[in-house]
């Protein structure tokens, strides 16, 4: 008997096991950040927490400076006395 495997087949079977392996590695690589994530997320949280409590001062303190040159401004406008 003879057995041949048709040459289509073994083009779909390079391709399965191409696949397969770039699987493998695409998780592999991306499994190696993820464990990493964690450390980094707590990082990167505290860090947005301290900015956002730098960009809330800086709101406050560019409240009060525009109050007062609010202030100069209808000082300014009024006519001398």
């Known amino acids: 008997m003879d057995f041949m495997?048709?040459?289509w087949a073994l083009?779909?079977?390079i391709i399965i096991?191409?696949?397969s392996i770039a699987k493998v590695v695409t998780a592999g690589l991306?499994?190696?950040s993820r464990r990493k994530l964690p450390a980094a997320d707590a990082d990167v949280t505290a860090e947005v927490?301290?900015?956002r409590r730098t960009v809330d001062s800086l709101q406050q303190r560019l409240a009060e400076v525009e109050?007062?040159?609010d202030f100069a401004e209808?000082?300014?406008s009024k006519p001398p006395r």
């Open 5 to 7: 495997i048709p040459s």
């Open 11 to 13: 083009g779909v079977g």
């Open 17 to 19: 096991i191409a696949a």
């Open 30 to 32: 991306t499994g190696v």
């Open 49 to 51: 927490t301290e900015l």
């Open 67 to 69: 109050e007062r040159l």
């Open 74 to 76: 209808r000082l300014l």
